[in-house]
């Protein structure tokens, strides 16, 4: 399985940015694809999921409102559209998938596959 991630940058706060995640090899029925960050110094924190067989979404908290998670079933991309953007949101995105489901937030020690990441920048 290959992941490949597209769409970072340096925003200004109040901004917008749509992350892409391309997905390759991937053989299997059920599993959740999604977006985790990390900020310097901080751990790996989930963001948004979404089931691709199923649709259902999940959410962090803090971008409830303000980011949308979607998918292209015929591109095998997950999206990750991101407004309103603020400086805390500054962070490594990255791209992940993990085989199965699952009824409760995905973890990140969970994941099973990971993109390379990409820098999101909001400046104040």
């Known amino acids: 399985v290959q992941l490949v991630e597209s769409g970072g940058g340096l925003v200004q706060d109040g901004g917008s940015l749509r992350l892409s995640c391309a997905a390759s090899g991937v053989t299997f029925s059920r599993y959740i694809m999604g977006w985790f960050r990390q900020a310097p110094g901080k751990g790996r924190d989930i963001v948004a999921t979404?089931?691709?067989?199923?649709?259902?979404?999940v959410y962090a908290d803090s971008v409830k409102g303000r980011f949308t998670i979607s998918g292209d079933n015929a591109k095998n991309t997950v999206y990750l559209q991101m407004n309103s953007l603020k400086p805390e949101d500054t962070a490594v995105y990255y791209c992940a998938l993990k085989i199965g489901s699952s009824r409760s937030p995905v973890m990140a020690f969970t994941v099973d596959y990971w993109g390379p990441g990409t820098q999101v920048t909001v400046s104040s």
């Open positions: 979404v089931h691709w067989s199923g649709g259902s979404t």
